[in-house]
């Protein structure tokens, strides 16, 4: 005979709470554009010059403090290659300006909403039960969301603008902090290594704990569907 479990309304409804809310889900989204973005005019640019500096100046003329083994977008960059690609740097500073202030907006508007709603605190914030625990892998996931939400984004952030001639002319301090434009140039570069290594890693820490189910709820914001009233048959 068949016997029938009728889960509570108030469980149903909190089952069916959103994973994500709609700004988390949309910051998250335009983030990650913003990021791709970035990133293939990022490597578009450091073509025209692979090659990095520490100081206030940098040419073909000094010596490198490190050079990538790339071939370059600029005939006057000696790199050993016997080919010269094709120079798209126009257009790719344009865009990269434009998502670079893009991904500012959204990250204002996401930290905002963070301390406003107390997201942060809540759902980033390392519980303090997980700092004696062995195997906290969700205390090190908040902890590494925290340090890129608080220090690479930033970092990235500081390093790119103290590289404009506008934004040195106007507030020299971030630039003679970092230790001169290519010191900020060779930084950027870093940061922005270290972040492509967090996104591989996140993704596929997404997929090692069920990407479609994860995906489900950074777009709809529940990770799986819940009715109202739910009959388990034993």
Not at 34 to 39: M, N, S, T, Y
Not at 51 to 77: C, H, I, Q
Not at 201 to 207: G, L, R, T, Y
């Amino acid at each position: 005979m068949a016997a029938s479990t009728w889960v509570p309304l108030s469980a149903s409804a909190a089952a069916q709470r959103p994973r994500h809310s709609a700004l988390v889900r949309v910051t998250h989204w335009l983030t990650a554009l913003c990021f791709l973005a970035l990133l293939v005019t990022g490597l578009e640019i450091l073509l025209s010059h692979p090659r990095f500096y520490w100081g206030e100046s940098g040419n073909v003329l000094d010596t490198p403090l490190f050079k990538l083994p790339l071939p370059a977008s600029r005939a006057s960059v000696p790199t050993g290659y016997s080919y010269v690609l094709r120079d798209q740097n126009g257009w790719s500073r344009y865009l990269h300006f434009q998502a670079a202030w893009a991904s500012v907006l959204t990250g204002l508007l996401y930290v905002t909403y963070g301390f406003v709603t107390g997201h942060f605190r809540r759902n980033l914030l390392p519980a303090p039960a997980a700092l004696s625990s062995q195997t906290s892998y969700n205390f090190l996931q908040r902890l590494t969301y925290l340090c890129v939400i608080f220090g690479f984004f930033p970092a990235v952030i500081w390093t790119g603008l103290a590289m404009s001639p506008a934004i040195a002319s106007v507030f020299p301090a971030t630039v003679t902090l970092l230790g001169g434009q290519q010191s900020a140039r060779t930084l950027h570069f870093f940061v922005s290594v270290l972040l492509v290594l967090f996104v591989i890693v996140h993704i596929a820490m997404v997929s090692r704990t069920g990407f479609l189910a994860r995906m489900r709820g950074m777009i709809t914001g529940n990770s799986s569907t819940h009715p109202s009233l739910r009959k388990d048959q034993a």
